[in-house]
């Protein structure tokens, strides 16, 4: 299994609602990632848990909320959000090869594409 | 971080190697040039990567010059299905057993018949 799936593919949601991103990967991998990417642009980076520890939060605000809850899952908890953040949100994850550092390779689910109305 | 500068967009056709140049000047010694494509509704795929030698995949081959400042991925046979988005990327360097990829603009490719 080399897939990194991700739940809703498509959601709608208004800015008093609460609503979740849910990311699975079953590759044994210890390091997830969540990207924003907003139409024709680059993926940006917003947060990183290695061994299911917060390791990198790009000034990410806080109306959204991370969570790994083990190292298989990974959440995005959306509160309030703003039409801006409408964007496609996608997961990654990786693993660290004993004696290959820098040789991670990130594979990422097809997105969720989120709509803040 | 080493950033790198791509064109931002590229025609080639079908059946016919495209070449994407890549430059990255100010990468440091220890630090990888990744390449990967994103083809349109999908997450980035992971196409090849390199230090300082040649590399070749089943995907693709990666040329990095001998000072390192450059590098170009060769598609030796494009197919449509390679249309995307083609990212090239300067690892950085940091420890903790994650990769902090940061992506650039990209090249978009556009394969014709």
């Known amino acids: ?117 | 971080d080493a950033k790198t500068t791509q064109p931002t967009s590229m025609d080639c056709a079908e059946g016919r190697a495209a070449n994407l140049p890549c430059n990255h000047s100010t990468i440091s010694g220890n630090e990888y040039v990744y390449w990967y494509r994103q083809i349109h509704s999908q997450g980035p795929q992971y196409i090849i990567h390199g230090l300082k030698n040649n590399e070749t995949n089943e995907m693709a081959s990666l040329i990095i010059t001998e000072d390192r400042k450059s590098s170009t991925l060769i598609l030796p046979h494009a197919t449509l299905r390679d249309t995307a988005v083609y990212y090239c990327i300067v690892r950085v360097a940091v420890s903790g057993g994650y990769n902090k990829l940061i992506f650039g603009a990209g090249t978009r490719l556009a394969v014709h018949p």
């Open chain 1, 1 to 117: 299994d080399t897939e990194v799936t991700q739940t809703p593919k498509h959601l709608v949601m208004g800015m008093t609602n609460k609503k979740s991103l849910k990311c699975e990967q079953h590759m044994g991998h210890r390091a997830m990632y969540w990207y924003k990417q907003k139409a024709k642009k680059p993926p940006e980076l917003m947060f990183v848990y290695s061994y299911e520890k917060l390791s990198i939060n790009e000034s990410v605000p806080s109306r959204f909320s991370p969570e790994c809850p083990n190292s298989s899952l990974l959440n995005l908890h959306l509160h309030a959000l703003q039409p801006e953040d409408s964007a496609l949100y996608l997961c990654a994850s990786s693993r660290k090869r004993t004696g290959e550092v820098d040789r991670e390779k990130l594979f990422f689910g097809s997105g969720t594409q989120l709509s803040v109305l």
